[in-house]
């Protein structure tokens, strides 16, 4: 069981249901609403009704598990610094900070597929030799969760009282994708180890596959609360920019992971943001500011996130610049 809300979207990805008379049918805007309550109340829910395959969920798991089972020098064949300013590949445990700190995981970075180019974080994926089934698993799962995404960013719009399509048609008609597949080792028994320390995410949403041995913690107002695995669901939290975008109206919330059970946990979060030169100022509407007073920023959404890529991966950040 879980504190956080259960939202079907499955009316947001259908093509027709009965207008209520203002040209959006009756159960987007019931799905719009309880959207927007979670968006107020911590920026956390669990979306179902996604029609994501569990084939390819399936096939998805078990590809990571066999690459993770793989030594370590043989995984370090598609390292990050082979994939360059693309920021793809592997990183070994402690590779990755947060908030300054070493996480306790490994893990693996993807982005949409594109070829080499100018722009920092935009070029070809690193795939293993070894386990190629996870391509074709990786690029599909991708293809597959931004349309997700843009469904659920369209209940968002209605939420805020915008049309429909209105982050399809500017902030996200060419995204910015981002794909993790994250392993956490079993976990020593250390109070102050963290697999992933508290924080919060970039761009505009998040949507979180995770296995059954869950370890995601939410820092609501009543308190940190478990958001653990749900059955045929993603965990789906907001992030930096659709708070700056709503002037703190809706949350992005800090939230962390312990991999507690004992087990190798594995995690699979793909982050959807806005298009890499898009600019991000507040809605007309937005109330105020930032809850922590954390994302006033100018300039493009690509700028910012290099900036936080620095703090991430400091040693690669040379290349990106």
Not at 52 to 78: C, G, H, M, T
Not at 204 to 220: A, P
Not at 311 to 319: A, D, I, N, T
């Amino acid at each position: 069981m879980s504190e956080l809300p259960v939202i079907d979207v499955a009316p947001l990805l259908a093509d027709r249901h009965p207008n209520d008379g203002l040209g959006v049918g009756s159960g987007k805007r019931a799905v719009a609403e309880a959207i927007g309550a979670a968006c107020r109340d911590n920026g956390f829910f669990y979306v179902s009704g996604h029609g994501v395959p569990p084939n390819l969920l399936a096939r998805l798991d078990q590809a990571s598990r066999r690459f993770f089972a793989l030594p370590d020098e043989v995984k370090a064949e598609i390292s990050m610094e082979r994939g360059g300013r693309a920021w793809r590949g592997f990183f070994p445990v402690g590779g990755e900070l947060t908030s300054g700190r070493p996480d306790l995981k490994e893990g693996v970075y993807f982005g949409a597929e594109e070829p080499p180019g100018p722009l920092p974080l935009h070029g070809p994926n690193l795939f293993p030799s070894q386990v190629p089934e996870l391509r074709d698993a990786v690029l599909e799962y991708l293809g597959t969760m931004t349309g997700v995404a843009q469904a659920v960013m369209s209940g968002v719009a209605l939420s805020l009282g915008l049309e429909e399509g209105y982050f399809r048609t500017g902030y996200t008609a060419d995204p910015t994708i981002l794909f993790r597949i994250f392993h956490y080792p079993p976990a020593p028994p250390d109070p102050d180890a963290w697999g992933v320390g508290e924080h919060t995410d970039y761009g505009l949403l998040t949507l979180l596959l995770q296995d059954s041995n869950g370890g995601l913690q939410v820092r609501t107002a009543r308190g940190w609360i478990d958001a653990p695995p749900l059955d045929g669901t993603f965990v789906c939290n907001i992030g930096d920019m659709l708070d700056k975008l709503t002037g703190g109206q809706y949350r992005s919330t800090p939230h962390r992971v312990r991999n507690r059970s004992g087990n190798e946990r594995l995690s699979y979060p793909f982050f959807f943001d806005p298009g890499w030169d898009s600019e991000v100022p507040p809605l007309p509407y937005a109330p105020g500011h930032r809850w922590d007073g954390q994302v006033d920023f100018t300039g493009t959404y690509g700028d910012y996130l290099l900036a936080k890529v620095s703090k991430v991966f400091p040693s690669l950040f040379e290349g990106l610049a």
